[in-house]
């Protein structure tokens, strides 16, 4: 498309003045996300309502000391082989390692080296590790293991697991390390053992079922180990739930014992025991038909206030001091009567988890980009880039092999948080021009600014056209966004002309001058506000849309519920032109702009010829607009009520799946 006149202003000031005008705020240098305010405390959704009783952030010892991040700013790979988790976990850089199904470990009972910087999770309810073995090595540190069952080594008949070491989980001299919404079920000898002078350690929100030695701490003559223990599930167990040996701290809360296994064994069956050195510390428990529910050796301290026992019998000691837990860290303590019921539905692997990956720029990933190579391809779960307040300039590039991709700005207000470049179409055209191009399906971007501030005054060029956007995916949501530019502003398409990809855009702002809402892609525009920016013209200053939608296809652009204003003197502005690129034929544009506001810049004529190609042998029309710049002439089609009646939001959006992004209530909160 030729740009015919230049709209003189500069670059950096035009994008410092658009902010400023359009937002009346300053943006942000990047800065990193502030944590969680209270450790262990639910998270909330998208929504701002809490669920699940999951925060991916840890909270207790493990959240010290620099805290622990696991596979944090590395690549994200789903394994659903041996092979696959042996390779990642083991590697030396750091991974997200999603677990997709049940990996049946072989040889029975064989370890799983988990090297350091690692993230291990379970997708939903179904990542399992059968028959198999975790195993941290001494110096292993900044480890998640969450969202898994690991299930199944047992040796039958070895109740005592006296004959192999097959446990669920085992670490000897690591540090921070979060286990998490896990199930630990029939393993060989413990569910999880952690040895040695372990440091920063969090066990939150397990299920440890039908087994002997539960949970071991310690094996060592040092006093070193800091663990915070919450909201476990032990049902089924006999000892070690846990035992804790020479712990400096331990700290157990809001755990539920339960029918715990009666063998009458007078000694070994109990619930949690500090020996040696350790002090710990019991707060609101609940302990349900245990055999000594808490005991502590002579050398050892426990404080234990709160907590709730019914059926019990045998020992509950109580001495020494011990510490202050928040001396150490916040936390806060459920009530202990509403112990079982919360820990029985939120203990042990969710739904929810698992699913959503969240890469956070810039604490993990420096650039936006970054976290997008990240993201594998092929990848089949939704994954957040979660983009901090903050200025990024850069391009960023989602290919059609990364679909599912959730793009969030975490500030206040969409303004807080910029992507911008200014490269123009004459290196590289649109594709290489446009500050974000997205060529993957399924891709939404919400609470997000993007520019191209490219000076379009300052430089003598062929094609100056500067998109701020582009994209060819189908099934694309903008919400709450705002794209600024001059020409080509924003770009709509699809991989080729015959095949439709469908964009809507909810409560956004665009703003530009030539041809600025473009292409073939069949793209609805609701409740949103677009700016027809003035070239200093009092007869043309440009075009809103420039559609080339396939004539096969009864939907291009919608532009509804809506308002359009500009600056530009009255009578001067188009609402389109049929674009025809390279000359296709069978690129015949449709545009409808309906029950949408008009400024006075726009043409009593609205609609205009392109490169020799009609207007009026495209398909525009408009449907209810007003304000000072509508008005019904012959050069204005009106659509009927009956055709009206069959060009609504969901015409445009179902396609043959039934597609709905308007239905879905935009998020509260960001």
């Not at 510490?323 to 936390?331: A, E, S, T, V």
Request: a neutral charge; one cysteine or more.
């Amino acid at each position: 498309m030729t740009h015919r006149r230049k709209r003189f202003r500069t670059g950096a000031a035009a994008f410092a003045s658009a902010l400023l005008t359009l937002f009346a705020g300053v943006v942000a240098a990047p800065a990193v996300a502030a944590p969680a305010a209270v450790s262990g405390a639910p998270s909330p959704d998208a929504s701002g309502r809490v669920q699940d009783r999951v925060s991916d952030e840890p909270h207790g010892f493990a959240s010290l000391a620099g805290s622990t991040t696991g596979g944090r700013g590395g690549r994200v790979v789903t394994v659903r082989t041996q092979a696959d988790l042996v390779r990642y976990a083991g590697a030396a850089e750091p991974y997200v390692i999603r677990v997709a199904g049940a990996i049946e470990v072989e040889p029975f009972g064989s370890e799983v080296v988990v090297a350091s910087d690692k993230t291990i999770i379970g997708v939903g309810t179904a990542g399992e590790i059968v028959h198999g073995e975790l195993h941290l090595r001494p110096g292993t540190h900044n480890v998640i293991i969450r969202n898994l069952t690991i299930r199944d080594s047992y040796v039958e008949g070895d109740w005592d697991g006296k004959t192999q070491d097959f446990d669920g989980i085992q670490m000897d001299s690591v540090h921070h390390v979060w286990i998490d919404h896990n199930r630990f079920t029939r393993m060989g000898d413990g569910l999880l053992d952690i040895r040695k002078d372990s440091e920063y350690i969090t066990v939150s929100y397990n299920r440890f079922d039908d087994h002997n030695k539960a949970f071991g701490i310690g094996w060592t003559e040092n006093a070193k180990t800091q663990i915070t223990i919450d909201h476990n599930w032990f049902s089924g167990t006999k000892q070690r739930n846990p035992s804790a040996d020479n712990c400096a701290y331990a700290h157990l809360y809001n755990n539920y014992l339960s029918a715990q296994v009666a063998d009458g064994d007078p000694v070994w069956s109990y619930g949690n025991w500090a020996r040696g050195r350790t002090k710990m510390v019991i707060e609101n428990s609940f302990y349900q038909d245990v055999q000594h529910p808490y005991q502590a050796d002579a050398t050892a301290e426990l404080v234990q206030r709160g907590s709730i026992l019914r059926g019990t019998t045998g020992r509950r000691d109580a001495w020494g001091t011990a510490f202050r837990p928040r001396d150490f860290y916040p936390y806060r303590l459920d009530p202990a009567a509403a112990v079982p019921a919360l820990v029985k539905k939120y203990a042990g692997p969710r739904a929810s988890l698992g699913k959503d990956t969240v890469l956070d720029v810039p604490a993990a990933y420096r650039t936006v980009q970054s976290a997008v190579d990240a993201v594998p391809a092929g990848n089949d779960g939704r994954i957040t880039v979660a983009i901090a307040p903050g200025t990024y300039r850069e391009q960023v590039r989602v290919p059609s092999t990364k679909p599912l991709l959730d793009f969030r700005g975490t500030g206040s207000d969409r303004s807080k948080t910029v992507i911008v470049y200014d490269t123009p179409n004459e290196y590289g055209g649109s594709s290489g021009s446009a500050t974000v191009l997205i060529a993957a399906d399924d891709v939404t971007a919400r609470n997000l600014t993007f520019v191209n501030d490219f000076d379009e005054a300052a430089h003598e060029l062929n094609s100056e056209q500067a998109l701020a956007m582009k994209t060819t995916g189908d099934r694309i949501v903008f919400e709450n966004t705002a794209f600024l530019g001059n020409q080509d502003t924003l770009m709509t398409d699809s991989p080729q002309l015959t095949r439709i990809s469908r964009v809507y855009l909810r409560d956004s702002y665009i703003e530009g001058d030539v041809d600025f809402i473009y292409g073939r892609a069949t793209t609805v525009i609701e409740r949103s506000l677009i700016r027809a920016l003035s070239r200093g013209s009092a007869t043309n200053n440009g075009y809103v849309t420039a559609p080339s939608t396939w004539k096969g296809n009864p939907y291009g652009f919608l532009i509804t519920r809506s308002r359009i204003v500009s600056d530009a003197p009255a009578d001067s502005f188009h609402l389109g032109r049929p674009w025809h690129p390279g000359g296709e034929p069978d690129a015949i544009g449709q545009v409808l702009i309906r029950e949408t506001e008009l400024p006075a810049a726009i043409k009593s004529s609205p609609w205009t010829d392109m490169s020799g190609f009609p207007w009026k042998e495209a398909r525009f029309g408009e449907y209810r607009t007003y304000g000072p710049g509508a008005a019904v002439t012959p050069d204005r089609p009106q659509m009927t009520d009956a055709d009206a009646a069959r060009h609504q939001v969901a015409d445009y959006l179902a396609g043959q799946d039934g597609w709905a992004p308007h239905r879905t209530p935009l998020p509260t909160r960001h």
